[in-house]
């Protein structure tokens, strides 16, 4: 019996795709070598304009992007892998059509989203979405207001784009582990960001739009982190959370045939703080 045709969809927080390039690149190639290839990759924490995304050693690899950074902070992209894309979509003038930076309506200046439709072989075209939600620091912070409204335009936003594209995949750095089971010590984080009621209340209004939480479509082993603090020993103690996720529309979800984190990364020299969340999309 063949095996099912079917495509790779991944996010990663790099924490520097100037520092962490070389990490981006090598983990690509595993996967392919792995015969697991992945064939849309959403980074999140660019921490560089658009005119330094490395375009040109991403395409020597196989890939093409499009980003949407700034200097510093935030910042996200969406890679492709070339021959996984219809032969018209080959290069980033056709491959990445109808792109929206930043959630329309909503003023800001932080660049924390990157929208395409892209066409893959043998596949009606999907919607992907790279996300950086906001960190939101401290619910008594300021930054937790405008976290809170970020998440209000990001969903009123949403209502509209699943009504337009049934195919959409959500992807990103939301910084919101939605239960317990998601955070290493639920103890020990309640009542602090990432995990308070009012942002969990946000994450399960995106559920409410008609999105499904990918990982948790299947069987999963307890304590499965995909964020580790760099202090404390976090990585090698487990200490994580869960904060990482592909969110997919129910046409997605109906095909979607696994759902992995992959914590190899975490462990190289000089990691992100982050692993890659990977999706399997069947034909």
């Given at each position: 019996?063949?095996?099912?045709?079917?495509?790779?969809?991944?996010?990663?927080?790099?924490?520097?795709?100037?520092?962490?390039?070389?990490?981006?690149?090598?983990?690509?190639?595993?996967?392919?070598?792995?015969?697991?290839?992945?064939?849309?990759?959403?980074?999140?924490?660019?921490?560089?304009?658009?005119?330094?995304?490395?375009?040109?050693?991403?395409?020597?690899?196989?890939?093409?992007?499009?980003?949407?950074?700034?200097?510093?902070?935030?910042?996200?992209?969406?890679?492709?892998?070339?021959?996984?894309?219809?032969?018209?979509?080959?290069?980033?003038?056709?491959?990445?059509?109808?792109?929206?930076?930043?959630?329309?309506?909503?003023?800001?200046?932080?660049?924390?989203?990157?929208?395409?439709?892209?066409?893959?072989?043998?596949?009606?075209?999907?919607?992907?979405?790279?996300?950086?939600?906001?960190?939101?620091?401290?619910?008594?912070?300021?930054?937790?207001?405008?976290?809170?409204?970020?998440?209000?335009?990001?969903?009123?936003?949403?209502?509209?784009?699943?009504?337009?594209?049934?195919?959409?995949?959500?992807?990103?750095?939301?910084?919101?582990a939605p239960e317990?089971?998601?955070?290493?010590?639920?103890?020990?984080?309640?009542?602090?960001?990432?995990?308070?009621?009012?942002e969990r209340e946000?994450?399960?209004?995106?559920?409410?739009?008609?999105?499904?939480?990918?990982?948790?479509?299947?069987?999963?082993?307890?304590?499965?982190?995909?964020?580790?603090?760099?202090?404390?020993?976090?990585?090698?103690?487990n200490a994580g959370?869960?904060?990482?996720?592909?969110?997919?529309?129910?046409?997605?979800?109906?095909?979607?045939?696994?759902?992995?984190?992959?914590?190899?990364?975490?462990?190289?020299?000089?990691?992100?703080?982050?692993?890659?969340?990977?999706?399997?999309?069947?034909?």
């Amino acid at each position: 019996m063949p095996a099912q045709k079917s495509i790779r969809i991944a996010a990663w927080n790099v924490n520097s795709i100037k520092v962490r390039l070389p990490h981006v690149i090598q983990w690509l190639e595993s996967q392919a070598k792995a015969q697991n290839p992945i064939d849309a990759l959403c980074l999140q924490e660019l921490k560089l304009t658009d005119d330094k995304y490395p375009h040109r050693e991403l395409e020597a690899a196989g890939y093409i992007s499009i980003s949407n950074g700034q200097k510093t902070y935030n910042g996200v992209s969406i890679i492709l892998r070339k021959s996984a894309l219809t032969s018209l979509a080959c290069d980033p003038e056709t491959a990445f059509l109808q792109v929206n930076k930043n959630i329309p309506n909503f003023a800001d200046e932080q660049q924390r989203i990157l929208a395409a439709i892209v066409c893959f072989k043998e596949m009606p075209p999907m919607r992907v979405i790279s996300a950086y939600f906001p960190n939101g620091q401290d619910p008594a912070s300021d930054k937790f207001v405008y976290k809170l409204n970020w998440l209000h335009a990001l969903r009123t936003w949403l209502a509209t784009e699943l009504k337009t594209y049934p195919r959409l995949a959500l992807l990103g750095d939301f910084n919101i582990a939605p239960e317990d089971q998601d955070v290493h010590d639920p103890k020990a984080w309640e009542g602090q960001n990432l995990v308070s009621p009012q942002e969990r209340e946000q994450f399960q209004n995106l559920i409410q739009l008609g999105l499904h939480d990918s990982f948790r479509l299947f069987e999963q082993a307890p304590k499965t982190y995909s964020w580790w603090d760099y202090r404390m020993m976090a990585f090698r103690r487990n200490a994580g959370v869960r904060i990482d996720h592909v969110l997919l529309s129910k046409e997605l979800k109906e095909k979607c045939i696994a759902s992995t984190i992959d914590k190899t990364p975490r462990g190289w020299e000089q990691p992100s703080d982050h692993a890659p969340v990977i999706a399997q999309i069947a034909y």
